[in-house]
């Protein structure tokens, strides 16, 4: 999946869908040979996103997933054709979702959908590594996956699985999981753009298993939906897994991201400030970060992470520019934390 610069940051889009991912499908169903005008008018699109004349820059999520689930029926595949080795039949996503949701943790569920994963998807008597493993000492978690079968250049295409299952996992326990970093087991592709939609951390190619990494701590929160919560979240799926996640309700990050902003030029409120801001005790913020995996100082790193990866992509400003927005009066020290952030430097990123 190959996505424009504009769309590196989710958080840009307010519930619209840049147009590069619309075309994104069609281009796809026309790689198929399927009948475009017959997808789009069954799914009650409006216009030709394909045509040189057509002005509109965005969609509405509803507009995207409806073409998005359309193309996937008239594939006959939940991948939309991605993965060209395997087809993933329509309602598989669905009994793996069932499976999960009576699950009592985060980690129970995602143990039954590995479990469900290895059966369904055994291919040319090929081995697929779909583990969780967790770090004790590090507290942290890694989800992999690998099949000997699929081809290097559609390893990409894995690894944004991955992060689209991530998503959903997120979804499932209403919170924000912060994917610290991810490795992939094709080649680095020529354009980056899709990995860099759904990976801002670092990501390193060439390596034995795709894989994501990311706090244990939320293996074991409680799963919060329920069946008729999964059947209304399917309608608008290929949004908030492709496009930007279903906003937390019950989530600490969440509220704090709220509260930060994208403006940094002013200093960030300290931790006493933000305990009184969001009205409770400072030991009971602490626990509560703990509990979804994250600090205070990893959440302000990521939201100046996000806006930094935003203006490199859309806005046309210098590095240094850059720096000073997202609070850094030295260039060089936003250097060294873009690439901590990243694992590149801001102008290898742009």
């Known amino acids: 999946m190959n996505v424009s610069k504009e769309a590196s940051n989710p958080a840009l889009y307010n ?9 994104a499908l069609l281009v796809q169903a026309r790689a198929h040979n399927r009948d475009l005008d017959a997808i789009l008018r069954a799914a009650r699109f409006p216009f030709d996103p394909l045509r040189q004349d057509t002005q509109t820059a965005f969609v509405s999520r509803e507009q995207y997933s409806r073409l998005c689930l359309e193309l996937i029926r008239e594939l006959g595949d939940e991948s939309g054709g991605v993965m060209p080795d395997v087809r993933t039949p329509v309602g598989t996503t669905r009994l793996i ?11 129970a569920a995602m143990h039954r959908a590995i479990e469900f994963n290895q059966v369904c998807r055994v291919r040319h008597g090929a081995a697929i590594v779909n583990q969780l493993v967790i770090d004790e000492e590090q507290k942290e978690a890694t989800l992999t996956y690998f099949c000997a079968d699929d081809a290097p250049e559609s390893q990409h295409s894995v690894l944004c699985n991955l992060a689209m299952w991530m998503r959903f996992s997120g979804w499932l326990i209403d919170q924000h999981i912060d994917v610290t970093s991810a490795s992939c ?24 298993v795709n894989s ?30 492709v496009i930007q996640p279903q906003a937390s309700t019950l989530s600490i990050t969440h509220r704090i991201r709220q509260i930060l902003g994208d403006d940094f030029r002013e200093e960030m409120p300290s931790f006493e400030e933000l305990t009184a801001l969001l009205n409770m005790s400072a030991r009971t913020l602490r626990r509560r970060l703990e509990k979804e995996g994250t600090s205070y100082q990893r959440i302000k790193d990521n939201a100046r992470r996000d806006r930094a990866i935003s203006m490199l992509s859309r806005e046309g400003l210098t590095v240094s520019e850059v720096a000073e927005r997202v609070g850094f009066s030295d260039p060089s020290a936003f250097h060294r934390s873009f690439k901590k952030w990243t694992g590149q430097s801001p102008g290898s990123y742009r």
């Open 15 to 23: 519930e619209r869908v840049p147009m590069e991912f619309t075309r």
């Open 97 to 107: 979702a069932l499976s999960m949701l009576s699950s009592s943790t985060l980690g």
């Open 185 to 208: 087991a094709g080649p680095q592709p020529r354009f980056l753009a899709g990995i860099r939609h759904f990976f801002p951390c670092p990501v390193e190619y060439g390596q034995p």
């Open 212 to 241: 994501v990494r990311f706090s244990a701590r939320h293996l074991e929160s409680e799963l919060v939906r329920n069946e008729d919560d999964l059947t209304e979240f399917l309608k608008l799926a290929p949004y908030y897994v």
